[in-house]
């Protein structure tokens, strides 16, 4: 069973610019969160798909955006790219859905984006 | 809004020692609780998770918590520390009926001195 994986491991980007980063969600995993985990910091949600939707979103600004697509991996796009935006990027699949209980997030490795 | 506190950024125990991270959420209700384990340069891995079932849940490698409703608090134990324990821990709340938000605390970094 393959875990769930992400890609690039690293990135570096300048500021202004715009940034895509993958997810493979586990196997049978039809629900996919996306996090941010600033340096020293705990992740931060940032939304989640669950069967192409969006479904929830924490605190982020509009340039943040994702898709899912119908084999459930996932993208997450950020545009205007700021400094404050250099961190980990996780990501997380989980078996569950609407009205489910709380099944377990797997997460991947993350992508490391670093901003300049 | 649902918080979560971990007492203390750094903990430091002897190998054998007892290892004790503490946790605190702050809800209405009492919501799903976990706690997650972030190695060097890796993603989370689940520890152990509280879904209103038995209120001491263990976990993998030896972990427990202990859910306490009267003190808003879901410490995690081990008796006995190893040096393959030295990594960063998460304690994490997500609201009842909620499947996806995780709401994370800042992290505690655990080292074990031999």
């Known amino acids: 069973e393959t875990g769930v994986t992400q890609s690039p491991t690293h990135l570096i980007k300048t500021r202004g610019q715009q940034v895509t980063l993958r997810c493979s969600s586990q196997?049978?995993?039809?629900?996919v969160s996306w996090y941010q985990q600033a340096l020293g910091q705990g992740p931060q949600f940032i939304f989640q798909?669950?069967?192409?939707?969006?479904?929830g979103r924490g605190n982020f600004p509009p340039r943040f955006s994702g898709l899912q697509f119908p084999n459930y991996s996932s993208e997450l796009n950020v545009n205007a790219l700021e400094l404050d935006d250099s961190a980990l990027y996780l990501c997380?699949?989980?078996?569950?859905?609407?009205?489910?209980?709380?099944?377990?997030?797997?997460f991947g490795p993350g992508t490391r984006l670093t901003v300049l | 809004a649902q918080s979560v506190t971990q007492l203390g950024s750094h903990v430091s125990v002897s190998e054998g020692a007892l290892v004790l991270l503490r946790c605190n959420y702050s809800?209405?209700?009492?919501?799903?609780l976990f706690w997650y384990v972030q190695y060097p340069n890796q993603g989370l891995q689940l520890l152990l998770k509280?879904?209103?079932?038995?209120?001491l849940v263990k976990g993998i490698n030896g972990f427990e918590a202990e859910f306490k409703k009267s003190e808003t608090s879901f410490h995690l134990t081990k008796p006995s520390a190893h040096m393959s324990d030295a990594a960063e821990y998460f304690c994490?709340?997500?609201?009842?009926?909620?499947?996806?938000?995780?709401?994370f605390g800042q992290g505690t970094t655990l080292q074990v001195k031999p």
């Open positions: 509280y879904t209103s079932a038995a209120t």
């Open positions: 997380a699949s989980s078996p569950g859905g609407l009205g489910k209980g709380p099944g377990e997030q797997f």
């Open positions: 798909y669950y069967r192409e939707e969006e479904n």
């Open positions: 994490a709340v997500s609201p009842q009926g909620n499947t996806g938000k995780l709401i």
């Open positions: 809800s209405s209700v009492p919501p799903y």
């Open positions: 196997s049978g995993h039809n629900t």
